[in-house]
């Protein structure tokens, strides 16, 4: 049965942020390597988490569905006593259990177009009427996302436009783009396959103040017909869904097409650099899901961020995907409830 947000975990979260995570990005984790040599693990340890969740513990490999914990990301598993007492991880934070997890640093899942990807007709051909899944970007970008959904605005002289939702990485190309901003499907397309306009995304917020979604809306323009269904799945159902540990989740983006995964932590907190307006800087996301995928594979890749997430058997929305571990099993998604109350919208 999935676990829902666990309440007395979050101020551990808040906890193990201020005195864990928050020092190892400022000693540079973001851009730290793994260490070869034993002599560098006190270098590596002051510089190690990079991101927090709540999830089952694992213990010999083997996930212990009963019991929740306080995970710990780490670029690196290190010898206990190889580890300098201060940069040491504990075994409990006000009585609750931690765990650590050894995986890659998060990175956006907006790339340059891949031919030889598995679902690349999605990122290459003009389909109409649109569905959820295919490629989109503004023009001149050097990469792509995913169209992620259809919506409405709750505000005022907007009720009667249509709108796709996907990333603000996507939709606005990390900030290089401002509203207004022509988007296309498929991208780098002629102005015939000009679909709408970029309408409004969230700002970012600098570290280490919390960021909780990535997301635009753009304008569909008269020519762009559409289909309020995700490419080979078919409608979703309402309403909305939190995330929950343990859940069945899928998603189709442009890039890896339809994936099976399961939500391993909730809430989930991870740094990213992201190029906003060109100047790389880190970004802290906070109340996020982690997922990885139930079959052989990852989740997602480049191309697939803006890809809607939603639970396996109902096809109730769940989340928006926007970031992944670089080269590793995780992918990461915002709660769809905070992506429509962050930009006052209304999924179709």
């Given at each position: 049965m999935p676990v829902t947000k666990h309440k007395p975990f979050e101020k551990v979260l808040q906890t193990a942020a201020d005195r864990f995570l928050l020092p190892s990005v400022r000693r540079g984790v973001m851009s730290a390597k793994p260490v070869l040599d034993s002599a560098d693990a006190g270098l590596r340890a002051a510089a190690n988490v990079h991101s927090l969740g709540i999830g089952f513990k694992r213990t010999n490999g083997l996930t212990q569905n009963g019991t929740l914990a306080l995970r710990f990301f780490v670029l690196q598993k290190l010898p206990g006593g190889q580890i300098p007492p201060e940069f040491k991880l504990p075994r409990d934070i006000e009585g609750f259990p931690t765990d650590v997890v050894e995986s890659p640093i998060a990175r956006n899942e907006l790339a340059p177009l891949n031919r030889d990807a598995h679902c690349v007709g999605l990122a290459t051909t003009a389909i109409r009427p649109l569905v959820s899944g295919l490629g989109i970007a503004p023009r001149n970008s050097y990469a792509h996302g995913t169209l992620s959904w259809f919506c409405s605005s709750n505000r005022p002289g907007?009720?009667?436009?249509?709108?796709?939702?996907?990333?603000?990485?996507?939709?606005?190309?990390?900030?290089?783009?401002?509203?207004g901003a022509s988007i296309f499907q498929p991208p780098g397309a002629g102005p015939t396959c000009e679909i709408g306009l970029l309408h409004r995304s969230v700002a970012l917020l600098p570290h280490p103040q919390p960021n909780f979604v990535d997301a635009a809306i753009a304008s569909l323009n008269g020519s762009?017909?559409?289909?309020?269904?995700?490419?080979?799945?078919?409608?979703?159902?309402?309403?909305?869904?939190?995330?929950?540990?343990?859940?069945?989740?899928?998603?189709?983006?442009?890039?890896?097409?339809?994936?099976?995964?399961?939500?391993?932590?909730?809430?989930?907190?991870?740094?990213?650099?992201?190029?906003?307006?060109?100047?790389?800087?880190?970004?802290?996301?906070?109340?996020?899901?982690?997922?990885?995928?139930?079959?052989?594979?990852?989740?997602?890749?480049?191309?697939d961020s803006g890809s809607i997430v939603l639970e396996l058997n109902t096809k109730r929305p769940v989340a928006l995907l926007f970031a992944s571990e670089d080269n590793g099993p995780g992918a990461f998604a915002s709660p769809i409830e905070e992506v429509c109350q962050a930009l006052d919208i209304t999924l179709l």
């Open positions: 907007e009720q009667d436009r249509k709108f796709v939702l996907s990333n603000w990485h996507v939709l606005a190309n990390y900030g290089l783009h401002a509203p762009a017909p559409f289909v309020p269904e995700v490419h080979g799945i078919g409608p979703i159902a309402p309403p909305m869904l939190a995330p929950a540990i343990g859940m069945a989740v899928e998603k189709v983006g442009c890039t890896s097409c339809r994936t099976v995964g399961v939500i391993t932590d909730f809430p989930f907190l991870c740094t990213i650099g992201m190029p906003y307006g060109g100047v790389t800087s880190n970004y802290l996301f906070s109340d996020q899901a982690r997922i990885v995928s139930s079959q052989p594979g990852v989740f997602s890749q480049g191309g």
